[in-house]
């Protein structure tokens, strides 16, 4: 059985995300049981299963180790006195992309602290010493070529992916940025996707990019059941936000996983199609009923093509319910974002055609600019706004290196050089 963190990983792999799979809980409260009418399906899914792949570990925290485990010893109860219920876990992927957000790597050795839920992370850092036999997959999947750009190309990433680059590596890189190209080739860019590390640069963006549609756009509000639910952040409602700008033809991206099987999943890109209201609504107080929308990537059923043939699905209102004290909130929302630029965090999992990137800035997460530059299978695939210097890959020492690297060393040891 396969599964990972995110809906996009989980697509790649063709298995299911983490969460929906085991039932992981979603908020910071980590005591949710499972239902027993759950807990049946999950043994009657989970029958006859001796290995669960776990893609993309670099986003897999601490706690949602302790809560696989959890979940698998309640769903095998025989050998609830095992780790993960008896079964094998296998994690898979790179722990020099990004770290998971707010929740701590799985290499994390800091203690934790006396606070409440901390001793999950005790908990989770035994279970991780207990992964004891490493392979290397030493085959590069996306970028391939034996030709001499492709090859140094492959190079500046294992660099950037060590946090370091090479004076031959910063010469290619310069090659691509827009300044240095020619009116041509940056006609090929003129509609590419734009992968900024904040979520400031992103929204701005997309903004203006929106006003560049030929289409009018309108604002959809969100519909709370108090004005508190209003204040409340897009992780509280689970990726839904409060207002967004849309318009027919708008690039957009789903911000939940809808059919995980299908590739309507959490990062799925495509195009608005359409607006439709129930008759007699008005447009410009009223939720929409549904939005048509046209994925980059699908293969479930569809209730109609478009005139090139793609699927086009309805994207329905989803409500969200959280709770802030004693208060009960909630939000209705669709789960859409606009997506002619989108953040690096968001665009890990995804191989591009195109890119176009701003590297101007020092990282200020580990990992930010080699996931960014890795989304492409070619240097020539990439365009950078502007300029930067050599200087902006410096890296400080910390204490994340550290124990990352300490981790690599310990895994050198238990390298399995027979299957």
């Not at 010469?171 to 734009?194: D, G, H, M, P």
């Not at 086009?312 to 997506?339: C, H, N, Y």
Request: aromatic residues 8%; neutral net charge.
């Amino acid at each position: 059985t396969g599964a990972a963190p995110t809906g996009v990983a989980a697509f790649n792999i063709d298995g299911q995300t983490l969460h929906g799979m085991l039932r992981l809980p979603v908020r910071a409260a980590f005591t949710e049981d499972l239902p027993n009418s759950v807990l049946t399906h999950l043994q009657m899914t989970f029958r006859g299963c001796s290995f669960l792949l776990v893609d993309e570990k670099s986003m897999l925290g601490l706690k949602q180790l302790y809560w696989i485990d959890r979940r698998l010893r309640q769903i095998f109860p025989r050998r609830a006195n095992e780790p993960f219920g008896g079964i094998n876990v296998v994690l898979i992927g790179d722990f020099f992309q990004l770290p998971p957000v707010g929740e701590r790597s799985l290499y994390d050795t800091k203690p934790p602290s006396n606070a409440p839920g901390q001793e999950y992370i005790s908990a989770g850092q035994q279970l991780y010493r207990l992964f004891d036999r490493t392979i290397i997959l030493d085959r590069v999947m996306r970028q391939q070529g034996e030709d001499e750009r492709s090859v140094r190309f492959w190079d500046l990433l294992t660099d950037l992916r060590e946090g370091t680059v090479a004076p031959d590596g910063f010469e290619l890189l310069s090659s691509r940025v827009r300044s240095k190209l020619s009116v041509v080739e940056r006609a090929r860019f003129n509609s590419s996707l734009r992968i900024y590390a904040r979520k400031q640069q992103v929204a701005r963006y997309n903004i203006d990019a929106l006003e560049t549609n030929s289409q009018p756009a309108i604002k959809i509000m969100a519909k709370h059941n108090c004005p508190a639910a209003k204040r409340g952040t897009d992780d509280d409602a689970e990726g839904l936000v409060t207002e967004t700008y849309l318009s027919i033809g708008a690039r957009i991206m789903l911000t939940s996983n809808l059919l995980t099987r299908f590739g309507l999943v959490n990062g799925t890109m495509g195009t608005l199609i359409d607006i439709v209201w129930h008759p007699n609504d008005d447009p410009f107080t009223t939720l929409p009923s549904m939005l048509l929308f046209k994925p980059d990537s699908y293969s479930g059923p569809n209730m109609f093509v478009d005139t090139d043939g793609k699927a086009v699905v309805p994207i329905l209102p989803l409500t969200r319910d959280w709770e802030e004290g004693a208060q009960k909130l909630s939000r209705t929302m669709f789960p859409v974002v606009l997506a002619y630029a989108i953040t690096v965090h968001k665009s890990q999992g995804l191989t591009l055609d195109r890119v176009v990137l701003d590297i101007s800035e020092k990282d200020f997460a580990v990992g930010l600019t080699y996931v960014a530059i890795s989304r492409v299978r070619t240097v020539d695939s990439l365009m950078i706004e502007q300029e930067f210097h050599i200087s902006r890959f410096e890296q400080r020492d910390s204490i994340v290196r550290r124990m990352r690297s300490d981790d690599k060393t310990r895994r050198a040891a238990q390298v399995v050089t027979s299957i």
